[in-house]
C-alpha cells in the first residue's frame, strides 16, 4: 500500500477514449425548420384526438343507441387488438409505399370514419365505423416516428424526438378543457372538430413535407 502511494500520476492508466460515431448534439441546427413544422404538425393531430377520448366514445354509444357495458368493452377490446396489428403492419406498408405517404393515406381514411361515426343510424355502423379507423388510425406511429428520425442527421436524433413529442404533450391540458366544451355545443361536435381537424393534419403534413426527401429513406419498392 505504502509502495501505491508513492506512485506518480503518470502511473495511472488513460482514460478510455470516446467511443467512435458522429458528435452528439442537444440542440437542433441543421434540421430546426423541418422539426419545428413537423412539431406543429404533431400537436395539431394530439390535440384533436383529445376530443375523442375513449370515455366520452362509450359514453356515446350508450347515451344514443344504448349500448351495454358488455358490447363497449368488447369493441374496446377488439379496437386494441387491430391497433396492435396495424403498429405491426406499418413496416411493411412503410417499406411498399414510404413513410410519408404510410403517414397521411393510412390516416385520412380513418379520420373520415371518426368524423362519420355521429352520423351512424345504428350501432352495429357506429362500431364498424370506430373499428375501421382503429384499423388505420395508429399505422402512421411507427412510420411518424421513423420519419423524424430520416429527417435529421444522427447527431440532432435525440433532440429532434424531444422537440416533437413535447409538442405533442403540451396540448394534453387544454384536451379536457375544450372537449367539455364542444359537448356542451352537440354531442356530436367533439367527433367532427377531431375528424376534420386530424384530416387537416394529413392534408398539411403531405402538402408541407411532398417534396422533402428523408437523409435516410429508400425508395420504396414496388410489387413484382
Known amino acids: 500500500m505504502l509502495l501505491t502511494l508513492r506512485l506518480p500520476a503518470t502511473a495511472e492508466a488513460p482514460a478510455p477514449a470516446p467511443p467512435p460515431g458522429p458528435p452528439r448534439s442537444r440542440i437542433l441546427a441543421r434540421s430546426r425548420g423541418p422539426v419545428a413544422r413537423l412539431a406543429g404538425l404533431f400537436a395539431t393531430?394530439?390535440?384533436?384526438?383529445?376530443?375523442?377520448?375513449?370515455?366520452?366514445?362509450?359514453?356515446?354509444?350508450?347515451?344514443?343507441?344504448?349500448?351495454?357495458?358488455?358490447?363497449?368493452?368488447?369493441?374496446?377490446?377488439?379496437?386494441?387488438?387491430?391497433?396492435?396489428?396495424?403498429?405491426?403492419?406499418?413496416?411493411?406498408?412503410?417499406?411498399?409505399?414510404?413513410?410519408?405517404?404510410?403517414?397521411?393515406?393510412?390516416?385520412?381514411?380513418?379520420?373520415?370514419?371518426?368524423?362519420?361515426?355521429?352520423?351512424?343510424?345504428?350501432?352495429?355502423?357506429?362500431?364498424?365505423?370506430?373499428?375501421?379507423?382503429?384499423?388505420?388510425?395508429?399505422?402512421?406511429v411507427p412510420a411518424r416516428q421513423a420519419y423524424v428520425m430520416a429527417m435529421v442527421p444522427p447527431e440532432e436524433r435525440t433532440a429532434a424526438a424531444a422537440i416533437t413529442n413535447t409538442a405533442r404533450y403540451l396540448t394534453r391540458p387544454l384536451e379536457p378543457a375544450l372537449a367539455g366544451v364542444l359537448q356542451s355545443v352537440s354531442p356530436a361536435a367533439p367527433f367532427l372538430l377531431a375528424g376534420v381537424a386530424k384530416i387537416g393534419y394529413d392534408l398539411a403534413l403531405g402538402q408541407t413535407f411532398r417534396h422533402s426527401r428523408p437523409l435516410t429513406d429508400p425508395p420504396p419498392s414496388r410489387a413484382s
Not at 357495458?69 to 403492419?89: D, N, P, R
Not at 411493411?92 to 397521411?104: E, H, Q, S
Not at 385520412?108 to 350501432?123: D, G, K, Q, T, W
Open 45 to 140: 393531430d394530439s390535440l384533436a384526438g383529445g376530443f375523442v377520448i375513449q370515455a366520452y366514445v362509450g359514453y356515446r354509444l350508450a347515451a344514443r343507441f344504448g349500448a351495454t357495458t358488455h358490447t363497449i368493452g368488447i369493441t374496446f377490446a377488439v379496437a386494441g387488438i387491430l391497433q396492435t396489428a396495424s403498429l405491426l403492419a406499418a413496416p411493411r406498408v412503410a417499406d411498399r409505399i414510404g413513410l410519408l405517404p404510410t403517414m397521411v393515406f393510412t390516416h385520412l381514411p380513418a379520420n373520415v370514419m371518426l368524423a362519420a361515426v355521429p352520423f351512424a343510424p345504428s350501432l352495429t355502423l357506429a362500431i364498424a365505423l370506430l373499428l375501421g379507423c382503429a384499423c388505420l388510425s395508429s399505422m402512421d
